[in-house]
Nanobody
C-alpha cells in the first residue's frame, strides 16, 4: 500500500532553515508529480511547492524565492529546502501526489518562533 513518511521538521528561529524529506513507497514514484502541502492550525491545507515527474517546479507566491523542492527518484524521496523561514511558515507539512492525492501521512511539524 502507499506510504508517505515526512520528516525533518522542528523548531527554528525566524530567518533559519530546515530541510524536509518525504519517503514514498507503494507506487511508481518517478511517474507522478509530487507536492508539499502545509496546514496551519485553524486553516485549510494549502499547496506550497510542486515538482513534476520531469523535474519542473512551481511555488506558491508566499514561499517563492525561499523554498526549493527537489526529488530523488532513485530513493523515492521528495525534499523541501526551506530558507529564510518566517513565523507564518509555522504549520504541519505534508507531501503527496499532485493533483490527485493518496491518503495523507502523519506530516512533520515546523515551528518558526524566537
Amino acid at each position: 500500500q502507499v506510504q508517505l513518511v515526512e520528516s525533518g521538521g522542528g523548531l527554528v528561529q525566524p530567518g533559519g532553515s530546515l530541510r524536509l524529506s518525504c519517503a514514498a513507497s507503494g507506487f511508481n514514484f518517478r511517474a507522478h508529480n509530487m507536492a508539499w502541502y502545509r496546514q496551519a492550525r485553524g486553516e485549510q491545507r494549502e499547496v506550497v511547492a510542486i515538482i513534476t515527474s520531469g523535474g519542473s517546479t512551481n511555488y506558491a507566491d508566499s514561499v517563492k524565492g525561499r523554498f526549493t523542492i527537489s526529488r530523488d527518484n532513485a530513493k523515492n524521496t521528495v525534499y523541501l529546502q526551506m530558507d529564510s523561514l518566517k513565523p507564518e511558515d509555522t504549520a504541519v507539512y505534508y507531501c503527496n501526489r499532485r493533483p490527485s492525492v493518496f491518503s495523507w501521512g502523519q506530516g512533520t511539524q515546523v515551528t518558526v518562533s524566537s
